[in-house]
């Protein structure tokens, strides 16, 4: 009976190490990136430990036998499964998939800003045959990090048909705008002084704000830090102002996303799966960088490039660098006395409270409920329309969701 019992400890302490040795290799690549090992020797060392504390696991799963032909057939079984494993983690993590990327083609209108802070942005300007309106609008996309300037700038036209001058940029690190080697560079803070450079650079004393999603929550974090340079601004399906909501996983590159049921796996997999915007947990060199961005993000950067992880994940490091709220957020937009228009749709991907939030925080704030189409359709255009022009918009003051609304409470 001991002897049973000593065999079951020493297997569930076996199969223990077993399910932390990728914790511990990890572990190890984030400690000797931390120091600055440069990216072969701090992921030949993850992998080292890797492979010798699933060693250690193997050796207490497999009872030693006593007969000499046993222990050398455990010996092989052993060393074949240790082999077999620490070969294929080896290739998934050092192999970088081949770059099938390729810079998106320039659309029409195509231009870029050299602005102050040192960001390179992509952008397009849709000119009115007449311009009748003073103040010009700035739209600002989602994600973070993923853009779509031909789509946006294509929608837009009709804003510019009334008469006002608009611009649709690819923010810092999406789409065609220039990427970072620090990944730390990207942020909050960093997109709302890019904005500021852009009205400066435009020459417009104020601006016309339309964000959608993460573009929303730029443009109240703007609205907050510079005031009196918003004439309006519209919030459609707004991110979280404090950035804590977990948001629907986000469009991933058709041929990286998986298929097929859900795997049990580690809380770190199951953690990084959920950062990245994963059904299912990825991939050893994906696990790698994400324990990277954590430790030290310019080490995820040096390896793995901007395409290959944009490949995997649609929106690269731009929409997984943090972005937390910047100090006086709430109180900047108390203060705030530009109109606002919060913009919720019936498939809206984010929370109903986080728009019930906004409409909380900015004293001069209103909510459209927009029952049909899409955020590029007719009726989010006349919406849109109305508000900037200072038509009436049918407003919505419910408490909660309309009846039919379909997206997270």
């Known amino acids: 009976m001991r002897a049973l019992a000593r065999r079951a400890g020493r297997l569930l302490t076996g199969l223990a190490i077993l399910a932390l040795?990728?914790?511990?290799?990890?572990?190890?690549?984030?400690?000797?990136?931390?120091?600055?090992?440069?990216?072969?020797?701090?992921?030949?060392?993850?992998?080292?430990v890797f492979a010798s504390v699933f060693f250690l696991g193997l050796l207490l799963c497999v009872p030693r036998p006593r007969p000499v032909w046993g222990r050398w057939l455990r010996a092989l079984a052993i060393l074949s499964?240790?082999?077999?494993?620490?070969?294929?983690?080896?290739?998934?993590?050092?192999?970088?998939?081949p770059d099938a990327s390729a810079p998106p083609p320039a659309v029409a209108g195509q231009r870029e800003w050299r602005l102050a802070t040192g960001s390179e942005l992509a952008y397009v300007r849709l000119t009115p045959k007449r311009a009748t309106r003073p103040d010009p609008v700035v739209f600002l996309h989602g994600g973070p990090g993923t853009a779509d300037l031909?789509?946006?700038?294509?929608?837009?036209?009709?804003?510019?048909?009334?008469?006002?001058?608009?611009?649709?940029?690819d923010q810092l690190g999406a789409g065609r705008s220039a990427r970072l080697t620090d990944p730390r560079g990207y942020g909050l803070p960093r997109d709302v002084a890019d904005l500021e450079a852009i009205r400066q650079e435009i020459g417009a004393r104020r601006l016309i704000l339309i964000g959608h999603d993460y573009g929303a929550r730029l443009a109240a974090a703007y609205l907050a830090e510079h005031p009196d340079q918003v004439a309006k601004a519209v919030l459609t399906s707004p991110a979280p102002l404090d950035g804590q909501e977990a948001a629907s996983p986000l469009p991933l590159n058709p041929s990286a996303t998986p298929v097929g049921p859900p795997e049990t796996t580690s809380p770190l997999?199951?953690?990084?799966?959920?950062?990245?915007?994963l059904s299912r947990p990825p991939s050893p060199r994906l696990l790698t960088v994400y324990t990277l961005l954590r430790a030290d993000p310019q080490a995820a950067h040096a390896?793995?490039?901007d395409r290959e992880v944009e490949a995997a994940y649609g929106s690269g490091y731009a929409g997984l660098a943090q972005r937390a709220a910047p100090d006086g957020?709430?109180?900047?937009?108390?203060?705030?006395?530009?109109?606002?228009?919060?913009?919720?749709?019936?498939?809206?991907?984010?929370?109903?409270?986080?728009?019930?939030?906004?409409?909380?925080?900015?004293?001069?704030?209103?909510?459209?409920?927009?029952?049909?189409?899409s955020y590029r359709g007719k009726p989010y255009l006349n919406v849109l329309r109305a508000f900037l022009a200072g038509r009436p918009v049918?407003?919505?003051?419910?408490?909660?969701?309309?009846?039919?609304y379909l997206g997270p409470r």
């Open 81 to 97: 499964v240790e082999a077999a494993v620490v070969w294929q983690v080896t290739a998934a993590t050092l192999h970088a998939p």
């Open 394 to 404: 049918r407003t919505y003051d419910g408490g909660g969701p309309p009846p039919g």
């Open 329 to 373: 957020l709430r109180r900047g937009l108390a203060a705030s006395t530009a109109p606002a228009l919060i913009v919720k749709g019936v498939h809206d991907r984010r929370t109903w409270s986080a728009a019930a939030d906004y409409r909380t925080a900015l004293p001069r704030a209103e909510l459209a409920y927009v029952a049909t189409g």
């Open 303 to 305: 390896f793995a490039g």
């Open 21 to 48: 040795s990728p914790i511990a290799g990890l572990a190890a690549l984030a400690g000797m990136a931390t120091i600055g090992a440069p990216p072969d020797v701090f992921a030949i060392t993850g992998l080292a």
């Open 150 to 169: 031909a789509g946006d700038s294509a929608f837009l036209a009709g804003l510019s048909a009334d008469g006002y001058t608009v611009y649709a940029y």
């Open 269 to 277: 997999a199951s953690e990084a799966a959920s950062l990245l915007g």
